[in-house]
């Protein structure tokens, strides 16, 4: 008997009672390598001593400040960090407790841009199917993620609405090149554009590299500055999610800094805090917020535990931690590693139909039929499978269901941390590949 609200409400799960670097290990004494870092968010383990001593340092100092009359040292030293320097000239941060309350602040201060700047009949977000912004109504909203979404649609703003995702693997079509399937893209955004009126249209949402509905979908070469092109031609915004795959998961600080365009502004979260701390926000540039500033004079927004000085301070140590450590240069090592273990264990399986990722993190996607890509009966729930074979042999992975229409289709994902070692990387491949194997024959 639990009183807590679990995820399930037929099943609790195991109580974890100590975690240290990627071990977890829970009440019954079950070691568990935490080998997607839960949701891609422990980005350096656990336990981590200068983060650890950083937060305990806090803690003697300032544990609340409310915004409304302070700000604090490890908030201003947060956004120094982050913001004001290249790349891609963003200026300002904002910070708040969540992935979603980092969209919500991202949809607000957009909206807030434009009645500023005297453009208010823009009310228009277009974001993309099968995605994901988080989990608050108008995060729910703007993004793509049909299973997530159906209860809650009645209660779903308008204001949203959905273009393709850029999914090659299913949806570029056999006679069509890459360049041409962008084009294609590109042009259903702009009919998008022209549909709802351009002069309407706030903005357009992204996942530079698509996280967990999708399963770590990266975008073709030109994809991005594609879109940029279609914002800037109706000057709409850019705003990209790098909830889960920002702050150096994919290999460089920000993960659109390999796609060739810069946002506007931009959501964080999971990596930087790393879990020590609930911790997101935006990051935008002084393009947006100018007219705020020489408008009202306001944010017309608000949390109580925004810029919070202990999860800041969290967050501050792990980036230190990050530059020290030299860490982004092995998530790109241990991120090729990550992507030729996978290949050469499972590229040839009965099962695996598509691998992809970049950096520390990559998926795998399962179908019933390689050829045909066919998937397996949603009712099997395979990737449910996975995670308790892996489970078993002391692996822990991110399933997810629903990756090709929020019922069909099955994935797991793989992010370890970024001080993820050699050694440990072995382990991983050589206990996921078995797990898949007796989850899925082969």
């Known amino acids: 008997m639990t009183h807590l609200v679990h995820r399930s409400l037929r099943a609790a799960p195991p109580i974890a009672i100590s975690g240290q670097g990627i071990w977890l290990r829970e009440k019954g004494g079950h070691a568990v390598m935490d080998a997607s870092g839960g949701a891609a968010v422990a980005c350096l383990g656990h336990g981590h001593p200068h983060v650890l001593a950083a937060m305990r340092a806090q803690l003697e100092q300032l544990t609340y400040a409310h915004t409304a009359l302070f700000s604090c040292e490890s908030a201003e030293q947060l956004a120094d960090m982050l913001v004001g320097h290249a790349p891609g000239g963003l200026t ?63 209660i779903l703003s308008d204001a949203f609405h959905h273009v393709s995702p850029c999914y090659a693997y299913r949806d570029r079509r056999d006679d069509e090149s890459d360049a041409d399937y ?91 805090g790393g879990g020590y701390q609930p911790i997101g926000g935006i990051l935008v540039n002084d393009r947006v917020l100018a007219p705020l500033r020489d408008g009202s004079g306001g944010f017309m927004h608000g949390h109580t535990y925004q810029a919070h000085p202990l999860a800041c301070a969290a967050a501050v140590a792990v980036q230190e931690v990050i530059r020290a450590e ?16 996978l290949t050469e264990r499972l590229g040839n399986h009965a099962h695996v139909g598509d691998i992809r990722g970049r950096g520390l993190f990559w998926a795998v996607e399962l179908v019933a039929d390689r050829a045909s890509k066919a998937v397996f009966d949603p009712s099997l729930r395979m990737n449910e499978r996975v995670k308790q074979a892996a489970y078993a ?3 822990g992975c991110y399933p997810m269901g629903g990756t090709i229409d929020g019922r069909q289709g099955d994935h ?31």
């Open 326 to 341: 030299n860490l982004l240069a092995n998530v790109q090592i241990m991120g090729a590693r990550l992507e030729q273990g």
């Open 92 to 154: 300002h941060a904002y910070f708040c407790s969540s992935g979603s309350e980092g969209m919500e602040a991202a949809l607000k201060m957009a909206r807030q841009h434009f009645v500023e700047a005297g453009q208010p009949q823009r009310r228009h977000f277009i974001a993309r199917r099968q995605s994901y912004h988080g989990n608050t109504l108008g995060a729910l909203a703007a993004g793509g993620n049909m299973m997530r979404r159906a209860t809650y649609l009645p």
């Open 182 to 272: 962008v084009q294609r893209l590109a042009d259903e955004l702009e009919a998008e554009f022209q549909r709802l009126g351009p002069d309407t249209v706030i903005a357009f949402c992204a996942e530079t590299v698509v996280g967990a509905t999708l399963g770590c979908v990266t975008a073709l070469p030109g994809y991005f500055e594609k879109m940029r092109e279609v914002c800037d031609r109706h000057g709409a915004l850019l705003i990209l999610d790098e909830v889960m795959s920002g702050m150096g998961r994919t290999g460089t600080q920000h993960a659109w800094e390999a796609e060739g365009v810069a946002p506007d502004i931009q959501v964080i979260a999971k990596g930087l």
């Open 393 to 395: 042999r002391g692996l």
């Open 412 to 442: 797991v994902i793989l992010a370890p941390p970024y001080n993820v070692t050699e050694a440990e990387m072995e382990m991983i491949l050589d206990r996921f590949a078995a797990a898949l194997r007796e989850a899925l024959g082969g």
